[in-house]
């Protein structure tokens, strides 16, 4: 019973992180290459992009602070930092690094200050909502784990 | 008859971008627990190992990387004569980008998300090349 509970909280959370945008296809993808002889694929991968994108994003930051005016290193940056989100499937993030890359098109540093702090905030709700959905996924146990196999 | 192993050349200088290739790759149809990954984490390293190793049967190359980028690193190794399938990989898939691939030498390209799913049709594709080298060297 208890399994069962764990099981269906896990499926609606994943579907309200699809609803409401933080994850798109791309995810599901990544279950897909998840199986017996790699049942945490997901979460190591997943975990490596926010490990990954904290460094990144200091790295912003700082290319903002000291080289305002070079619109094609915040641009490179802000590709790597989108690159590694679409990865995942991280659809909001993705999104606004779009935005991000567009104000650096136009060579605006208000606009790439503006969406760098909404980038900052998407990454911050999907870590946190992702850490939930894997602990959740913990719970229930390996069985959930191995999603499918590969061959 | 048991095919040709497969050797694939990654240039990727991004750790997650390495771990879900690797990962695609042995997921790709007709993979096989002898083939090889083998990984370059940017073009001057991938040049080298192209000079250095066996040839490999697909070599799939990403474009921004430190020290040499890929549209650089493909030029280089298609200059040493080398015709191993070079499928470029990129986020952004821009047609500015592409042509620049495929002027430098690539054979293919595929944007990055896909290459890191099951349905790697390059990856497929090198598979099916594999068994296919193997079948004329029986003749």
């Given at each position: 019973?208890?399994?069962s509970?764990?099981?269906?909280?896990?499926?609606?959370?994943?579907?309200?992180?699809?609803?409401?945008?933080?994850?798109?296809?791309?995810?599901?993808?990544?279950?897909?290459?998840?199986?017996?002889?790699s049942p945490?694929?997901?979460?190591?991968?997943?975990?490596?992009?926010?490990?990954?994108?904290?460094?990144?994003?200091?790295?912003?930051?700082?290319?903002?602070?000291?080289?305002?005016?070079?619109?094609?290193r915040?641009?490179?940056?802000?590709?790597?930092?989108?690159?590694?989100?679409?990865?995942?499937g991280?659809?909001?993030v993705?999104?606004e690094?779009?935005?991000?890359?567009?104000?650096c098109?136009?060579?605006s540093?208000?606009?790439?200050?503006?969406?760098?702090?909404?980038?900052k905030?998407?990454?911050?709700?999907?870590?946190?909502?992702?850490?939930?959905?894997?602990?959740?996924?913990?719970?229930?146990?390996?069985r959930?784990?191995?999603?499918?196999?590969?061959k | 008859?048991?095919?040709?192993?497969?050797?694939?050349?990654?240039?990727?200088?991004?750790?997650?971008?390495?771990?879900?290739?690797?990962?695609?790759?042995?997921?790709?149809?007709?993979?096989?627990?002898?083939?090889?990954?083998?990984?370059?984490?940017?073009?001057a390293?991938?040049?080298?190992?192209?000079?250095?190793?066996?040839?490999?049967?697909?070599?799939?190359?990403?474009?921004?990387?430190?020290?040499?980028?890929?549209?650089?690193?493909?030029?280089?190794?298609?200059?040493?004569g080398?015709?191993?399938?070079?499928?470029?990989?990129?986020?952004?898939g821009?047609?500015?980008?592409?042509?620049?691939?495929?002027?430098?030498g690539?054979d293919?390209?595929?944007?990055?998300?896909?290459?890191?799913?099951?349905?790697?049709?390059?990856c497929?594709?090198?598979?099916?090349?594999?068994?296919?080298?193997?079948?004329?060297?029986?003749?």
């Amino acid at each position: 019973m208890e399994y069962s509970n764990l099981r269906r909280q896990t499926i609606f959370m994943k579907k309200n992180l699809f609803d409401q945008g933080f994850l798109d296809e791309q995810f599901n993808q990544l279950e897909e290459l998840q199986d017996e002889s790699s049942p945490n694929f997901v979460e190591e991968v997943v975990d490596l992009f926010f490990k990954d994108s904290s460094r990144l994003l200091t790295n912003i930051e700082q290319a903002i602070d000291k080289y305002p005016q070079d619109f094609y290193r915040l641009d490179s940056l802000v590709h790597q930092f989108k690159g590694s989100g679409s990865s995942i499937g991280a659809l909001r993030v993705k999104n606004e690094c779009s935005v991000f890359k567009a104000h650096c098109n136009d060579r605006s540093l208000e606009g790439c200050r503006r969406s760098f702090q909404k980038i900052k905030r998407e990454h911050a709700t999907l870590k946190q909502k992702l850490e939930s959905y894997f602990q959740l996924l913990r719970q229930v146990g390996p069985r959930e784990h191995a999603v499918s196999s590969r061959k | 008859m048991a095919r040709k192993m497969i050797r694939v050349l990654l240039v990727e200088d991004e750790e997650i971008h390495r771990v879900m290739a690797r990962a695609a790759v042995k997921a790709a149809a007709g993979a096989e627990d002898d083939d090889v990954l083998d990984v370059a984490e940017n073009g001057a390293a991938a040049v080298r190992r192209v000079r250095e190793v066996a040839p490999y049967d697909l070599i799939l190359m990403d474009r921004q990387m430190p020290v040499m980028d890929g549209h650089e690193a493909t030029r280089r190794i298609r200059a040493m004569g080398v015709t191993t399938p070079i499928v470029a990989v990129s986020s952004d898939g821009l047609p500015a980008d592409v042509e620049a691939f495929i002027g430098a030498g690539a054979d293919h390209f595929t944007p990055k998300v896909s290459q890191a799913t099951r349905q790697c049709r390059p990856c497929d594709a090198c598979m099916r090349h594999g068994q296919q080298y193997m079948i004329d060297l029986c003749k």
